[in-house]
């Protein structure tokens, strides 16, 4: 079992900049791959960026490619993507999730694990 909480979530101008966390509980981290997901107001959940369980491969939707990176520590249970250039079509609740795969994966279906969310808002 794996619990997953994000935070770092909030308002922010166009062309700001956050930097999202989530922090993991379980003492195997290190063993899942992890996953941003977005969902904003009226839309489907889609992929945002995914990390490999070594951090050796990471994966972005074309939409962030540039803007957001993603990045873990696995000796403190965390995975953040830092967002920059943010754009008001970034707005949406931002959810990580933990994946039972190794590798980089896409699909909301792959993950296991879901964080409650967090929301990101931009202001034009």
């Known amino acids: 079992q794996v619990q997953l909480v994000e935070s770092g979530g909030g308002l922010v101008q166009a062309g700001g900049s956050l930097r999202l966390s989530c922090a993991a509980s379980g003492r195997t981290f290190s063993s899942y791959s992890m996953g941003w997901f977005r969902q904003a107001p009226g839309k489907e959940r889609e992929f945002v960026a995914a990390?490999?369980?070594?951090?050796?491969?990471?994966g972005y939707a074309d939409s962030v490619k540039g803007r957001f990176t993603i990045s873990r520590n696995n000796v403190k249970s965390t995975v953040y993507l830092q967002v920059n250039s943010l754009k008001p079509e970034d707005t949406a609740v931002y959810y990580c999730?933990?994946?039972?795969?190794?590798?980089?994966?896409?699909?909301?279906?792959?993950?296991?694990?879901w964080g409650q969310g967090t929301q990101v808002t931009v202001s034009s």
């Open positions: 999730a933990a994946s039972l795969y190794t590798w980089v994966v896409r699909s909301t279906s792959s993950y296991t694990y």
């Open positions: 990390i490999s369980t070594v951090a050796g491969s990471t």
